[in-house]
C-alpha cells in the first residue's frame, strides 16, 4: 500500500496508552513514531447519499508510538491509528 506520506490531520483512534513514568514541568521529551501495520481498505460504492470522498481508496496505519525523556527512558508508549489515502486509485 503506497500512501501520500501526509497522515498527521487523519487520526482515526488509540488503541492503546500507557504512562511509564511521570514527566515534569521543564522536562525534555522526544517521540519516536514507527509504522507497526498497515491495514488495506476496500473502496466502497458510492451512492447519491454516499459523503463527499467515499470514492477515495484509504488504508489504516498503526503507529508504535514511544515517548523517551532526556535520559532516554520511555516514559510512554502507545499505538494509535491514522487513516490514510492511498495513492494508487484502482
Do not use: C, W
Amino acid at each position: 500500500m503506497k500512501t501520500t506520506g501526509h497522515a498527521g490531520a487523519n487520526l482515526f483512534g488509540i488503541e492503546e496508552a500507557r504512562f511509564t513514568k511521570p514527566v515534569y514541568p521543564g522536562s525534555t521529551i522526544q517521540v519516536k513514531f514507527t509504522v507497526k501495520e498497515k491495514v488495506d481498505q476496500e473502496k466502497k460504492v458510492v451512492t447519491e447519499d454516499s459523503p463527499k470522498g467515499a470514492d477515495v481508496a484509504s488504508g489504516i496505519v498503526k503507529f508504535l508510538v514511544d515517548v523517551v525523556d532526556e535520559t532516554g527512558e520511555t516514559v510512554a508508549v502507545a499505538t494509535i491509528l491514522t487513516m490514510v489515502k492511498k495513492l494508487e486509485q484502482v
